[in-house]
């Protein structure tokens, strides 16, 4: 005779197989897309097991208690292009956000986003017109990147509150989520060092941020004060057609390279003696310390082996290092 297993039980048990089943998932959605599409993905996966109308995420700073996060980058599922910046707009007096962020690692529910003080009218008038009542909300503090990464589900009226076992799961996504998305950036951008991350920021062709790190945000709202955060500033946009190029940024220097059918950028000391190198050099030299080998450089600037060859020891020359640690170093303005 079978043993009697108690429903509450049997729940638990059928919470674990979902939840084993989505991080499987979410395991061979990170081998099979770039990191430009994974977050989008993987949202959309969790789906599956946790109903939602709409969603959001994205990359923020934290300006402090007495102020609300800037968003660096966001992108949104059943929800207007203009959420963000709509969101920003009416963002006075938006507790559960607040909450959000400095109660790091808590999954946080709202039952009625329709509802709150006085000072949140706009913000509940935005949650009407978008047909949002429920929401949970995650964020957890991204090491490597010095940014908080941020996950919102909504519900409309008249759907169930998120549960107590949605949250547990929700938590446990996102933090494997969060994850998988560092590791991909780390794989795509070619830095062995996470913490090198922050000082990068990857980008699609027509500007829109996929990502950005903390310093190198910062020193962008340094030079563009306008910047914001989720578009590259529009005198960057409006030479990225001639990438590889650098953008002088005060003290500092923005570096942007194209990467696949993406855009690298990066931040280094104006005094780097990059200045050094040609053109062509310095293209070579950049996609080398990226790990890329002689023959996929040769494919991609339309070279020759030997030529990469010869461009690479006169960058090597030039900057006077003998590994490609130390070139690395010499392109990013680390001391070598």
Known sequence: ??????????????????????????????????????????VTLMGKCLRYRSAWWGLCFDRGPEEMPDIIQAEAIGLPESFAADWRRV???????????RERGVVQRLASACSGPAEATALA????????????????????????????????????????AEAAMFRELVRHVA????????????????????????????????????????QLSAHWPAWDGLQLPAEVVSQLQKAPFTQRMGLTRLVVTPLADHLQLAIESADV???????????????????????????????????????????????????????????????R
């Open 1 to 42: 005779m079978a043993p009697h297993m108690s429903s509450s039980a049997s729940t638990t048990n059928s919470d674990e197989c979902v939840l084993s089943d989505q991080l499987l998932a979410l395991g061979r959605l990170a081998r099979g897309e770039p990191p430009t599409g994974f977050l989008r993905a993987a």
């Open 91 to 101: 963002e006075s007096g938006n507790v559960f956000a607040r909450t959000t962020v």
């Open 179 to 218: 994850q998988l998305w560092r590791f991909a950036l780390q794989d795509a951008l070619c830095q062995a060092e996470a913490n090198s991350l922050g000082r990068m920021a990857l980008a699609r062709r027509d500007g829109q941020i996929v990502y950005a790190g903390s310093q190198i945000s910062e």
């Open 273 to 335: 003696p990059t200045g050094l190198l040609t053109p062509r050099e310095r293209r070579v030299a950049h996609l080398f310390a990226q790990g890329m080998s002689y023959k996929v450089i040769a494919q991609q600037l339309s070279l020759s082996p030997a030529t990469v060859r010869t461009y690479l020891r006169q960058a090597y020359l030039r900057l006077g290092v003998k590994t490609k640690m130390e070139l690395h170093g010499a392109l990013s303005g680390r001391a």
């Open 125 to 164: 008038e935005l949650a009407r017109q978008l047909d949002i009542e429920g929401a949970m909300a995650l964020c957890l503090e991204e090491e490597a990147s010095g940014q908080l990464f941020f996950v919102v589900l909504y519900r409309a009226a008249g759907d169930q509150p998120f549960s107590d």
